[in-house]
């Protein structure tokens, strides 16, 4: 650090000792969308860190995340030399987690201290502007003007699975064979409540029987008339670090229909809290991911995936935000809930990611819950 960061080092916190905190609105709104947003900053002035939450309007979900300061201009540090808080011209960058699985990044710059505006997009490309630092009576009126503007455009798109069911009367998770003659697992959680279950085929609804639950493991073992090659289910020995992908269905209403696959690797041998009976992976997984097999590079069952950690309660447990931590159900778990069945437990030889994309496409389906 020279002389002159460390002058402003200074500067900074001695002015941050009569106001350590400040708190002011954020509103916002999505270019192409009938969405608008407010919310509240929380910034730290000494550290330049912040945390933020907002709400939409129309769709009410609830975004939150934490920013910092990536750019001082050489006048601040100036200022700061001479106990002046000056702020103009930093630019930062914010992360938000939003509970329907959206991710938004975006970037700012200071007018002032507590002050400014910014842009970003989610990670479907959904652009979006905001501004931050106005009175709370500004800000309603801001948010009310923002409103009124983008009433016309389209409708903003958002999937939360247990509420769309409670709203539109359904929701979706993805299954997979365990047996060739249509025995298939899931996590309970995608089927729990439902009246009826279904499997998509070939754009097809096929009627789904739940045979088994198992609610502490949030597993569930069903039953459709599909065929097509089982995921091998021999409990192989796993380790961290291990290579792992997923294959299942997130975020339909958003990303379509279509098989998507994940990669990445086992973190832990146990889950959060220490909890035997799970995995932490860093594969990444959206809603819909949910009963999606966890499978290594033999080919073989690792797990279900199940969860992803709560970023908000971690952020407020610990003043960080988890990136990327995931969790499935071990194999193991599914002892009991496919005793008596015929599954293929045999060691498949070691084969590439693209290679098992191949040999178990037909093997996982999207599952519908009424």
């Known amino acids: ?25 954020v509103v916002g709104s999505f270019d192409e969308y009938n969405e608008v947003f407010i919310g509240e900053v929380n910034h730290n002035l000494a550290s330049g860190t912040a945390f933020i939450e907002v709400e939409a309007k129309n769709s009410g979900i609830r975004c939150s995340g934490d920013s910092h300061v990536v750019h001082v201009p050489a006048s601040n540090y100036l200022a700061g030399a001479f106990l002046i808080p000056y702020c103009t011209g930093q630019k930062g960058k914010a992360y938000l987690s939003c509970d329907d699985g959206r991710r938004i990044d975006s970037t700012w710059t200071a007018d002032s201290c507590t002050s400014g505006y910014g842009y970003g997009t989610d990670e479907r490309g959904a652009r979006f502007q905001f501004a931050f630092g106005m009175s709370e009576d500004e800000a309603f009126k801001r948010f009310e003007t923002e409103g009124q503007q983008a009433a016309v455009r389209p409708e903003f798109p958002v999937y939360r699975p247990r509420e769309t069911r409670k709203e539109i009367g359904y929701s979706t998770g993805t299954g997979f064979l365990v047996t060739g003659t249509g ?14 279950v279904y499997v998509v085929e070939n754009g097809v609804e096929r009627p789904v029987t739940v045979l088994k639950v198992d609610e502490d493991n949030d597993v569930a073992l069903l039953k459709t008339d599909v065929t097509g090659q089982p995921v091998n289910t021999g409990q192989p020995d796993v380790f961290v670090a291990e290579d792992v992908m997923t294959l299942g269905y997130p975020l339909v209403q958003i ?6 696959a994940s990669f990445g690797r086992i973190n832990s041998l146990s889950g959060l809290g220490d909890d035997p009976r799970f995995v932490q992976i860093d594969v990444p997984i959206q809603p819909g991911n949910s009963g999606g097999p966890l499978i290594n590079t033999s080919g073989q069952l690792v797990g279900v995936v199940t969860a992803t950690l709560n970023q908000l309660v971690t952020l407020r447990e610990s003043g960080t935000l988890p990136q990327n931590v995931n969790y499935a159900v071990k194999a ?6 496919l005793a008596g069945l015929p599954i293929d437990t045999g060691r498949a030889s070691e084969m590439d990611f693209k290679s098992l994309v191949a040999r178990y496409d037909d093997s996982v389906y999207l599952v519908v819950a009424r």
């Open 1 to 25: 650090m020279n002389p002159m960061q460390r002058f402003f080092l200074v500067a900074l916190l001695l002015f941050s000792t009569a106001a350590c905190t400040a708190n002011y609105p």
């Open 183 to 196: 025995h298939m697992v899931t996590n309970f959680h995608v089927i729990e409540g439902a009246s009826d």
């Open 255 to 260: 990303q379509g229909q279509a098989l998507k």
């Open 332 to 337: 193991e778990s599914l002892t009991e809930l």
